[in-house]
Each structure stands twice: as structure tokens, then as C-alpha cells.
Nanobody
Framework: QVQLVESGGGLVQAGGTLRLSCAAS???????MGWYRQAPKKTREWVAS???????NYADSVKGRFTISRDNAKNTVYLQMNNLKPEDTAVYFC???????????WGQGTQVTVSS
């Protein structure tokens, strides 16, 4: 079982930047990692993912603004968020997926608030 802990959230003005981190309790070497978010009164949505082989994918809403990366030596995944918009306001969750389409591991989330 891998525990995931997110950090780096906070309050930022529109156009600003934040870098989220997701620290795992064990090796993520063979785990596909991703970030999801859930805004108030909305369902959780996928934001970005990075495979064990470092292939990245992004939701259209964040493409060109967010960058996901991983450091297997530190068992950590990052989400660099640039040019933040108020609609990016949400709780951001880190997730890990070994096989299949549904994540096996979830973090507890970190709040990101973007003011206009």
C-alpha cells in the first residue's frame, strides 16, 4: 500500500503560479501517477497524468499551462501550474494507478484558490 501526501496548495492571484508536490511513502517506479481536481459542487475531474515511462497527458483545460513531472528517486510527483485562472480553483488530488483505468491510491488533497 502506498500513501500519497500532497502539498503546495494555497491562495494565488489570477495569472500566478503554484507548484504542487505529491510525496509517496514507497516507490512509484512502476506506478502511473496523475492529478485530479474537484471544484465546489462539481465532480472530480482528471487534470494530468504521467506514466511509469514518463509519457504525459493533459486535460484540454490545462494544456499549455500545467506541467506534470516525476522524480522516482524522491518518490515524488509534481504539478507546475502557470497562468492560473479562477476556474482552476479546486481541491487537487494526487493519484496512483498500477493497472487498469481506476487509480489504486489517492492522496487527501490540497486546496488551490485563484482569486480574480
Amino acid at each position: 500500500q502506498v500513501q500519497l501526501v500532497e502539498s503546495g496548495g494555497g491562495l494565488v492571484q489570477a495569472g500566478g503560479t503554484l507548484r504542487l508536490s505529491c510525496a509517496a511513502s514507497g516507490s512509484i517506479f512502476n506506478i502511473n501517477m496523475g492529478w485530479y481536481r474537484q471544484a465546489p459542487k462539481k465532480t472530480r475531474e482528471w487534470v494530468a497524468s504521467i506514466t511509469a515511462g514518463a509519457t504525459t497527458n493533459y486535460a484540454d483545460s490545462v494544456k499549455g499551462r500545467f506541467t506534470i513531472s516525476r522524480d522516482n528517486a524522491k518518490n515524488t510527483v509534481y504539478l507546475q501550474m502557470n497562468n492560473l485562472k479562477p476556474e482552476d480553483t479546486a481541491v487537487y488530488f494526487c493519484a496512483g494507478r498500477v493497472t487498469g483505468r481506476i487509480p489504486d491510491y489517492w492522496g487527501q488533497g490540497t486546496q488551490v484558490t485563484v482569486s480574480s
